[in-house]
């Protein structure tokens, strides 16, 4: 059996995601649902890991991963599907609300105060970038995740410790 769960976090993997995303798009064509879908990085992680060592990262990911799956809500799910990239499903969210959400995650994440000298905040942070599967805008998985990469990119222009997001009505970055 092909495993479902990422080992060292114990969060779901890229192949969990990928079944998951297919239910949702299934929902969303035959009743309308709508989620929210974010992509997760942890802000400037190579410099973490070069600075600190292979056995700090994966302690500050394990760290992160808790906090997010701990800080989502009953029907959220969190999945880890990169070194340091995670996605968090937000079923019935709008993009509004999504963000909230992941604002709500990205300050508890800065409350694990996680050291990071080569940081401009002096610890580690996360960025996300957001966006939302609905009837309206109907998307494959691949192209609903390269929206939020889309958006995650956004963020690394701006700054980091940031939730950027796409809005689907125009195509348009919102904050």
Same mark, same amino acid.
């Given at each position: !059996?092909?495993?479902?769960?990422?080992?060292?976090?114990?969060?779901? %993997? &890229?192949?969990?995601?990928?079944?998951?995303? =297919?239910?949702?798009?299934?929902?969303? *064509?035959?009743?309308?649902?709508?989620?929210c879908? *974010?992509? $997760?990085?942890? /802000?400037?992680?190579?410099?973490? %890991?070069?600075?600190?060592?292979?056995?700090a990262?994966?302690? =500050? $990911?394990?760290?992160? =991963?808790?906090?997010?799956? %701990?800080?989502s809500?009953?029907?959220?799910?969190?999945?880890?599907?990169?070194?340091?990239?995670?996605?968090?499903?937000?079923?019935? &969210?709008?993009? #509004?609300?999504?963000?909230?959400? !992941?604002?709500? !995650?990205?300050?508890?994440?800065?409350?694990?105060?996680?050291?990071? #000298?080569?940081?401009? +905040?002096?610890?580690?942070?996360v +960025? *996300? @970038?957001?966006?939302?599967?609905d009837?309206?805008?109907?998307?494959?998985? +691949?192209?609903?995740?390269?929206? *939020?990469?889309?958006?995650? +990119?956004?963020?690394?222009n701006? /700054?980091?410790? &940031?939730?950027? @997001?796409?809005? %689907?009505?125009?195509?348009?970055?919102?904050?």
């Amino acid at each position: !059996m092909i495993p479902l769960t990422d080992p060292l976090t114990s969060l779901g %993997n &890229q192949r969990l995601l990928e079944k998951d995303l =297919a239910v949702y798009e299934g929902q969303v *064509a035959r009743y309308g649902m709508r989620s929210c879908v *974010a992509l $997760i990085d942890i /802000d400037d992680f190579k410099k973490f %890991n070069d600075r600190y060592g292979r056995e700090a990262g994966d302690k =500050a $990911i394990v760290a992160i =991963a808790e906090r997010l799956a %701990n800080r989502s809500r009953l029907g959220d799910s969190v999945y880890r599907v990169g070194g340091d990239e995670f996605i968090c499903l937000l079923p019935e &969210q709008s993009l #509004e609300s999504g963000a909230l959400a !992941m604002d709500r !995650m990205r300050r508890s994440i800065e409350e694990l105060a996680i050291p990071h #000298e080569d940081s401009s +905040s002096g610890f580690l942070t996360v +960025s *996300a @970038g957001l966006t939302v599967l609905d009837a309206e805008n109907l998307k494959s998985a +691949s192209e609903l995740l390269k929206d *939020a990469q889309a958006a995650l +990119s956004r963020t690394r222009n701006a /700054d980091t410790n &940031q939730i950027e @997001g796409v809005d %689907n009505d125009d195509s348009s970055p919102s904050r």
